[in-house]
């Protein structure tokens, strides 16, 4: 059974930085990419950032480019998110998620709260 465990989420300054952290426990047979999402109050989820196997291909929705990074340790089955530059609007539920195939996993979410 897949399972994916997000940390690294708190409380955070306009301006300041975090950075969030997601562990893949079970048996994955295949390649996967892995990515972020997340989810504000009353708004629906959304994109953040994805990497693939290989680690040289990353997509950021246009709102966290230039801001955020994703990277990925294959090795420790891991996958983060560095929030530098942090807003108010990036308040959120951040959810880890990986795709292999037609599957997708979930995290539970951490959240991100960033204050004025």
């Known amino acids: 059974q897949v399972q994916l465990m997000e940390s690294g989420g708190g409380l955070v300054q306009a301006g300041g930085s975090l950075t969030l952290s997601c562990v893949v426990s079970?048996?994955?047979?295949?390649?996967?990419?892995m990515g972020w999402f997340r989810q504000a109050p009353g708004k629906e989820r959304e994109f953040v950032a994805v990497?693939?196997?290989?680690?040289?291909?990353?997509y950021y929705a246009d709102d966290v480019k230039g801001r955020f990074t994703i990277s990925r340790d294959n090795a420790k089955n891991s996958v983060y998110l560095q929030m530098n530059s942090v807003e108010p609007e990036d308040t959120a539920v951040y959810y880890c998620?990986?795709?292999?195939?037609?599957?997708?996993?979930w995290g539970q979410g951490t959240q991100v709260t960033v204050s004025p």
């Open positions: 079970g048996r994955i047979s295949e390649n996967y990419d």
């Open positions: 998620h990986l795709g292999v195939g037609s599957d997708s996993y």
């Open positions: 990497v693939g196997w290989t680690r040289d291909s990353t």
